[in-house]
């Protein structure tokens, strides 16, 4: 069932790994996925053509093709990509990694075309298998550092992106399967993880006896496969629905939301300038777009404005995005998170969701411009029932 605007891509999707991500936005017309070894670039007709569509949900495809040349493919399975923009230079970086551990990172144009190539290859231990492998890209001062995990080979490697050199190499305790930077105000580099049922907190500048400095263990003590770093926060979501957040200078327990999904939490946004809205997505066709926090939810709620969103896509997601304010002002779009999700058999599903809350009575369809049955909502009553049932 399709109730929020999708396009069916001209390709077979055959990834079956569900906790790597494979779909980045960079416009409201331009997205990337990925395929076996393969990364395609997708445009779309431009987003006010289709915000004028009342009765239709089909998103127009303009062009679909293979952005690298053989020389600078992946030889093996993506199993994840990742779109990085450095804010001092603008300068926009692709970046995939596949089974093997092999990374390769590409400058974009101001078109979005690579135009340059970096790789990294850090071999995995002697009789690993292959498996999945995740990316994160941050600014430390001077410097990008990339930061990649492997499952199996149960490792972490740490990059200078400018020297193309390794910097550190951190055997984990347990397999990794999420991997995000955190650059604290007091200059400490660390690197998040989500190991089976625990978040893992690592500071790669000290020695390696030390670097460990904090395991998380789920309250659920169930398999963590989604994790989110926020200004405040560090959150982590997974196999009983529930996505726990903590404060990311102490680690101490901030808050939960409980039961957001119906299954399996495989993946989360929590968009960079909107921290209190959070996309989930579980392992299976389900979207919830809402507020993490009860106490803001319970606020919302007696001012009546609070409407959770729950959409359905026409199977499993297999990764999604969300960036924010890239239309202009004169298109009226400048509060709008923009969402984009690639779902198993291959639609993609893409949307601005309105992040402001208007004066009128009628609340019924304010996040969405697009057409007037675009999903189904679940308010905070039906929320706590199902909590409680």
């Known amino acids: 069932m399709n109730n929020f605007p999708y396009l069916s891509l001209p390709i077979k999707i055959t990834s079956s790994n569900y906790i790597g991500n494979h779909v980045a936005i960079r416009s409201n017309t331009q ?8 990364i395609f ?9 289709f915000l004028e569509i009342s009765n239709k949900n089909e998103l ?30 603008q300068k926009e970086y692709l970046a995939s990694i596949d089974k093997s551990n092999r990374l390769i990172i590409r400058l974009l144009n101001s078109e979005g075309e690579p135009i340059e190539y970096k790789i990294f290859h850090n071999k995995l231990p002697i009789g690993t298998s292959f498996g999945w492998g995740g990316i994160d890209m941050k600014l430390f001062e001077e410097n990008i550092l990339i930061a990649t995990a492997n499952m199996f080979g149960k ?5 200078d992106f400018e020297t193309s050199k390794l910097i550190r190499r951190i055997q ?3 397999f990794p399967m999420q991997i995000k930077l955190m650059f604290l105000e ?5 690197v998040i993880t989500t190991e089976l049922n625990q978040i893992v907190v690592y500071d790669f500048e000290l020695p390696e006896q030390q670097e460990c400095v904090k395991r998380i263990i789920s309250p659920s003590n169930e398999l963590l496969y989604s994790l989110e770093v926020g200004e405040h926060f560090i959150a982590a979501g997974g196999a009983n629905r529930s996505i726990y957040f903590y404060n990311n200078q102490n680690y101490t327990f901030l808050e939960s939301w ?8 495989s993946h989360f946004k929590i968009p960079k300038n909107h921290q209190d809205i959070c996309f989930v997505g579980g392992n299976d066709q389900e979207l919830i777009i809402g507020l993490w926090s009860k106490k803001k939810r319970n606020e919302m709620m007696r001012m009546n404005e609070y409407k959770e969103l729950n959409l359905l896509s026409d199977s499993n997601w297999i990764g999604f995005d969300v960036k924010e304010n890239n239309i202009n002002d004169e298109n009226n779009l400048n509060n709008f998170i923009f969402f984009v999700g690639l779902s198993q058999i291959g639609s993609l599903y893409f949307f601005p969701y ?36």
Do not use: M
């Not at 997708?42 to 053509?49: A, D, F, L, M």
């Open 31 to 38: 997205i990337f996925i990925s395929n076996l070894n393969q």
């Open 41 to 49: 670039c997708v445009i779309i007709e431009p987003i006010e053509t």
């Open 60 to 89: 127009k495809l303009k062009n679909f093709e293979e952005i690298d040349k053989n020389e600078f493919k992946h030889s093996i399975e993506i199993q994840e990509i990742f779109l990085y923009q450095e804010q001092k230079t």
């Open 155 to 159: 490792v972490i490697d740490i990059y």
């Open 172 to 174: 984990t305790g347990q």
């Open 186 to 190: 007091n200059k400490k580099k660390q």
């Open 258 to 265: 409980l039961n957001a999904t119906k299954h399996e939490i």
């Open 354 to 389: 309105n992040i402001q809350f208007d004066n009128s009575s009628d609340k019924s369809n304010q996040h969405f411009p697009l057409q007037n049955n675009l999903g189904t909502k679940r308010s905070l009553n039906e929320n706590q029932n199902q909590n409680q049932n």
